[in-house]
């Protein structure tokens, strides 16, 4: 069957961004024509391709890997797993095969983003790990542990997972029902399934698991929650990823009592738009005190004091503490400011490079860290560290909402000498000081709003 690659495969063969190969498609009448996929993402003949790209002088280079994965991509989307667990291929090049998959099936599979993946396993460590809910293996593949157990429900998923990780045990079959693991393990990390309304609510109502609670019908998260817990040695670390609604829906409130009784919950973090990262310990000795509420990844100091939750609504919400202390916006009151607008023109625009080249032209020791906490290492003289972190964080910036890939290094920004990148370093760092501002802004709106509703704070 011939072999056929969208956009994004044209963009990584040709080294360029997707802007600039639907600029070819515009401006070359002889671009190869769609042989298939939709209006959106249509495909096209890898040799047709090739010898567009050979014609009009563009350089480029499909990898061994790359065809492979042109060949496999022939497969009907619904078997595309199933053709990548019975590829023949070395682990590096397997690696680069599940990638594209994760990229070509993200919303299906709904990969954990990398950045999640760093957090999550910053928060927790020892010898063995389990995810219950592992899907094709990323949390455990990134696990620094020596032994590595899974299990996942769908068996392509857990065989593309055994292949990823040939030493690790992966089961097969549904974990809250069935599992499959019969060890204790020093850390439990899952991002299980949240909108599985069918979890087994019925069958489990006396399970033995829910120590902290029956978990109700429409609340599946806390019933991963407590099965992860359940799998922890005493004192054993779990990290789960849930969804915000978690922390603050009526239905889940004795849960989340108990486990704030317990000393079971040590800190929740969104990390995320929408999504809360769960620090727990399978509890043992004397409850903490304070707990770590957190707006954003960051040290765990505790900063919440236990009692103060447990009202009413044990609303757990990072959010609920920066909205509730009045005492917070009369300290801000008196000094906030916003910085002022960098003068910017319109001009006609210069050439174009990519992140990636700047990077690879300008080797050294300087470091600058995107968003992500990706870190390059520069040489100031070559490329000027605010125009770096500058065009990083306005790649950010402009990807679109609920996108969790981008490919920084691939990015089109303009092409500067290093007179040029300074002047724009400055107006990104006035645009950073201007962001920081309206953060701190919002904040302080949200705190007068909850001050006044609350009659903590009145007008003068």
């Given at each position: ?61 499909v990898s061994p890997a790359e065809r492979l994965w042109t060949r496999l991509r022939t ?36 990969p954990t983003p990398p950045e999640v993946v760093e957090v999550v396993l910053a928060t ?337």
């Amino acid at each position: 069957m011939d072999e056929t690659v969208n956009a994004g495969d044209i963009a990584r063969l040709a080294d360029v961004g997707r802007a600039a190969v639907s600029n070819w498609r515009r401006r070359f009448e002889d671009f190869p024509s769609p042989v298939g996929g939709t209006a959106s993402s249509p495909l096209y003949l890898l040799r047709d391709v090739e010898s567009w790209l050979r014609r009009n002088g563009k350089p480029f280079r499909v990898s061994p890997a790359e065809r492979l994965w042109t060949r496999l991509r022939t497969a009907d989307d619904l078997k595309l797993g199933e053709a990548l667990a019975a590829v023949e291929a070395d682990a590096e090049t397997f690696e680069f095969l599940h990638e594209r998959y994760l990229e070509a099936h993200s919303r299906l599979l709904n990969p954990t983003p990398p950045e999640v993946v760093e957090v999550v396993l910053a928060t927790t460590d020892g010898d063995t790990v389990i995810d219950p809910a592992c899907g094709t293996g990323s949390l455990l593949k990134a696990s620094r542990a020596r032994n590595k157990i899974g299990q996942e429900l769908d068996p392509v998923s857990a065989v593309i997972a055994r292949r990823r990780m040939p030493a690790a045990q992966i089961f097969t079959g549904d974990s809250l029902r069935h599992n499959g693991v019969q060890v204790k393990a020093d850390a439990v990390v899952c991002d299980p399934p949240w909108h599985d309304r069918a979890w087994g609510h019925e069958e489990l109502v006396g399970d033995a698991r829910w120590t902290y609670g029956l978990p109700p019908r429409g609340e599946p998260e806390l019933a991963w929650l407590q099965h992860a817990l359940s799998l922890a040695k005493p004192g054993g670390l779990v990290a789960v990823l849930l969804p915000s609604a978690t922390a603050s829906r009526r239905p889940g409130k004795r849960i989340r009592g108990n486990l704030l009784r317990a000393g079971a919950l040590r800190a929740v973090m969104t990390v995320q738009p929408g999504r809360d990262l769960w620090l727990l310990r399978n509890p043992i000795g004397r409850a903490p005190e304070h707990i770590a509420l957190l707006e954003a990844p960051g040290p765990l100091d505790p900063n919440t004091r236990v009692i103060d939750l447990l009202d009413d609504d044990v609303d757990l919400s990072p959010s609920r503490r920066s909205g509730t202390d009045a005492s917070a916006y009369l300290a801000a009151q008196p000094t906030f400011g916003l910085p002022p607008l960098p003068e910017l023109q319109q001009q006609d625009a210069p050439p174009m490079t990519t992140i990636g080249e700047l990077v690879r032209a300008a080797p050294g020791r300087h470091v600058v860290t995107s968003p992500t906490g990706a870190t390059y290492e520069i040489d100031p003289r070559k490329l000027d560290p605010d125009f770096l972190e500058g065009v990083l964080r306005a790649a950010f910036a402009r990807t679109p909402t609920g996108s969790t890939r981008l490919d920084v290094r691939r990015t089109q920004v303009p092409s500067l000498p290093l007179a040029g990148q300074q002047r724009y370093g400055r107006a990104f760092a006035q645009l950073k000081a201007l962001e920081a501002g309206l953060d701190e802004a919002a904040t302080l709106v949200r705190l007068g709003y909850s001050g006044l509703l609350s009659g903590q704070v009145g007008p003068a």
